[in-house]
């Protein structure tokens, strides 16, 4: 992207607002990006470590704390004509106006290897990106003719699901997830979507897929010349260890086994500590509505717990045990907007666990 500035040769004006507006730069210095933590611990807490802190220049480390700055524009030459005049006096005459061409400044993430981390805390991350400046190395397998492309890096110790969308944006969006050397990801579970340049009949991405714990990136850029700035929302929930089923809008009866050990606690009551199995969707610009899930009438082999994840709301967590006997139900709101949502059927204790039916009304 290059902005071009007329100057005189007798002086220079530079409107720095207006160069701030369309470069997404300050005419002051460089912007900062936050970077990522590692969450630990049960699931009320595990995406609560947060080591990272605002600011520009700094660089993140592998395990938290710290952020990548970006540079602001450089100094700008500018050259003059000097009038001169002889001793009986003289005019002094403007030079023709010149145009001069002004390169927007490469974002520090530009390459994979230099992604800019994200802080994982226990609400989602808006991320201010901008792919103004930036070349194209990684091609999208959702897009083949991307072009600029900039590089965020995240990082998780247990099993997640983690989500993304640019909705807001005013260009041809396409994100897409990567390993941690930058090899884009191929699919994760079913209905997945680990790359996607048009999502909810716009032109923004949204994107969702199965983590494993590790160190993992996530890539913004444009279908052909597309570039700009864009607000990517980032949301994660901790996925349940067993199988992972895509929930179907409606009423619907779900069953399955649960088996091995748990990746979710709920501590307190319900303290959750057997195996999950989990059953999700994502929202494009819903209206939201009430979820409601019961074993009370099909019943589990075992004390359930129903858990709810929904990242974008107040409690991103909520449990229930115990509303019926040993069997529970649970109902949550759903908020309107776009986002992950994610029901799991845990146990009880650590030996809770077996064959179960839940019945299901999704908005």
Not at 90 to 119: E, F, H, Q, R, Y
Not at 142 to 169: E, I, M, P, Q, W
Request: proline share 5%; net charge negative; aromatic share 6%.
């Amino acid at each position: 992207m290059r902005f071009v500035r007329s100057a005189k040769w007798c002086c220079l004006t530079v409107a720095c607002g207006a160069w701030a507006a369309v470069a997404t730069m300050s005419c002051g210095g460089g912007g900062g990006a936050t970077d990522a933590g590692i969450p630990a611990g049960d699931a009320n807490t595990d995406a609560n470590t947060k080591d990272g802190t605002s600011g520009g220049g700094k660089e993140g480390g592998s395990t938290g704390g710290g952020e990548a700055g970006a540079d602001g524009p450089g100094a700008v030459d500018s050259s003059s004509a000097e009038a001169s005049s002889d001793a009986g006096g003289g005019s002094t005459n403007d030079a023709p106006m010149a145009d001069v061409a002004i390169d927007a400044p490469a974002p520090s993430n530009d390459l994979p290897a230099n992604a800019t981390p994200i802080t994982i805390g226990s609400t989602p991350v808006d991320i201010a990106a901008t792919t103004l400046g930036a070349k194209h190395d990684v091609d999208a397998p959702c897009a083949s003719n991307a072009g600029a492309d900039v590089f965020y890096a995240f990082t998780f110790s247990k099993r997640v699901l983690v989500y993304a969308d640019t909705f807001g944006a005013n260009w041809d969006t396409v994100l897409y997830f990567l390993t941690s050397d930058g090899t884009p990801v191929s699919t994760t579970t079913t209905g997945d979507a680990v790359c996607n340049d048009g999502a909810c009949g716009t032109q923004q991405s949204q994107i969702v897929a199965l983590f494993e714990p590790g160190k993992y990136l996530l890539g913004l850029s444009g279908r052909g010349n597309a570039e700009g700035t864009a607000t990517i929302h980032f949301q994660w929930a901790i996925a349940g260890s067993g199988t992972m089923t895509p929930l179907p809008k409606g009423t619907s009866v779900q069953s399955g086994t649960t088996s091995g050990s748990g990746n979710i606690s709920c501590g307190g009551q319900c303290l959750g500590a057997g195996p999950e199995n989990s059953y999700w969707w994502t929202d494009c610009s819903s209206d939201g509505g009430t979820l409601s899930a019961s074993t009370c009438d099909g019943g589990a082999a075992f004390d359930p717990v129903l858990e709810v994840e929904i990242p974008s709301a107040s409690s991103p967590l909520t449990c229930a045990c115990e509303s019926c006997g040993l069997q529970t139900a649970t109902s949550a709101t759903i908020p309107a907007g776009s986002g992950l949502r994610v029901l799991s059927i845990d146990g009880e204790d650590g030996t809770d666990k077996g064959a179960y039916m839940v019945s299901v009304q999704r908005p």
